[in-house]
Every structure is written in C-alpha cells, then in structure tokens.
Antibody
Framework: EVQLLESGGGLVQPGGSLRLSCAASGFTFSTYAMSWVRQAPGKGLEWVSAISANGGTTPYADSVKIRFTISRDNSKNTLYLQMNSLRVEDTAVYYCAKKAGTTPYFDSWGQGTLVTVSS | EIVLTQSPGTLSLSPGERATLSCRASQSVSSSYLAWYQQKPGQAPRVLIY???SRATGIPDRFSGSGSGTDFTLTISRLEPEDFAVYYC??????????FGQGTKLEIK
C-alpha cells in the first residue's frame, strides 16, 4: 500500500523559512516523479512544484519560484520542500503527491501538513 | 497558461439523482492530460478519472468522464450519500506544469 507522510509544518513569521518532508513507502520511490500541491484555507488546489524521478528536473509555480526548492533523497525515500522568504499568502495545507507513472495525474496523496505564516 | 473553469460553483442535488459537472479550458487540452479528483472535508483529494474518461482503480462505475478539446464533463449517474464533496478537474501543461479548476461543491439538496 502506498503511503505518503508529510511533516515539518507549523507557524512561522513572514520572511521566515521552513522545510517540509514527505516520507514515502509501499512503492519504488526512486522511479516516480513527485509533486507538492497546496491548499489555502477554504480555497482550491494549487500545484507548487514537481521533481523528476532522478531529481534532475524541478519545475515550479511562478508564485514560489526562487523562494522554494524541491529536492529528494532516493536513498531515504523522502521528498522535501525548502520554503524561504515565506509570505502570509503561503499559508496552506501542503500535500505531497505521487505522479502515476508516465500519465500526468496524481494517484496517491499524503494527508497534508499545515503551514501558517503569520506575525 | 491554460485556465480551467468549473461550473457550476455549487450543485444541489438529492441522493439518487444524476450529477453533471463541467470543466472548460481556456485552450485545447489533450484528453490524455485531463483528470478529475474528489475531496471530502479534512481529507486529501483522490483521483476519480484520468485521461478524461478512464476510471481510477477502485472507483465505482457510477462515475464517468467525457469530453475533448476545451470541454470536459464528470457525470455521477446516481448519487450516493458519500458522493457529496468538492470536485476538481486538473490538466497537465507546460507552465505551470499542472493546473486545477476552482472546484465544484456538490451538496445535498
């Protein structure tokens, strides 16, 4: 069974930093692209960033470009999101999501971790 | 950037009725790149339909997807109590890589 477990969320002041982690199990992590998707309170879904299976390709949404960095450690089956220069509008539940092989949709999601940016 | 517009914003129906949800793209989208998700309160989304019309594993056959080009539809043939949720369409593109519609809330009438 695929399991994705996010951690690292919390309360941070504007301008601060936070690193999210997503521990994966139940599948061969190193062979799948992964993404981070966020959802502001009461709002819809917004794709944040993706990373290819080998980590060589890392596209970002314009809203987080330069401020956020996605990475992965295939030896630890873990996905990361380093978030710097956080803004109030980055407040959201952050989900890690597994891409379904070569087909571009997300077949598994974590339960999410809440990031609150507030002074 | 391709924008996905879902309608209606809220759909009020009774169990047993048929639900038709629309997703319109600002530019043509490959059918292979269109998916639908269901999200219940406090839960992560789960995929229902991918490739515009293929049901994901474990999804009941009362859920079906159709469409091409700029117009896509999710149909729930006979609503069950557990189907009342928010539904999102999603497309895969170039920049941004993935975009979601704003969602349709399906509520009990």
């Amino acid at each position: 069974e695929v399991q994705l477990l996010e951690s690292g969320g919390g309360l941070v002041q504007p301008g601060g930093s936070l690193r999210l982690s997503c521990a994966a199990s139940g599948f061969t992590f190193s062979t799948y692209a992964m993404s981070w998707v966020r959802q502001a309170p009461g709002k819809g879904l917004e794709w944040v960033s993706a990373i290819s299976a080998n980590g060589g390709t890392t596209p970002y949404a314009d809203s987080v470009k330069i401020r956020f960095t996605i990475s992965r450690d295939n030896s630890k089956n873990t996905l990361y999101l380093q978030m710097n220069s956080l803004r109030v509008e980055d407040t959201a539940v952050y989900y890690c999501a597994k891409k379904a092989g070569t087909t571009p949709y997300f077949d598994s999601w974590g339960q999410g971790t809440l990031v609150t940016v507030s002074s | 950037e391709i924008v996905l517009t879902q309608s209606p914003g809220t759909l009020s129906l009774s169990p047993g009725e048929r639900a038709t949800l629309s997703c319109r793209a600002s530019q043509s989208v490959s059918s292979s790149y269109l998916a639908w998700y269901q999200q219940k309160p406090g839960q992560a989304p789960r995929v229902l339909i991918y490739g515009a019309s293929s049901r994901a594993t474990g999804i009941p056959d009362r859920f079906s997807g159709s469409g091409s080009g700029t117009d896509f539809t999710l149909t729930i043939s006979r609503l069950e109590p557990e189907d009342f949720a928010v539904y999102y369409c999603q497309q895969y593109g170039s920049s941004p890589l993935y975009t979601f519609g704003q969602g349709t809330k399906l509520e009990i009438k």
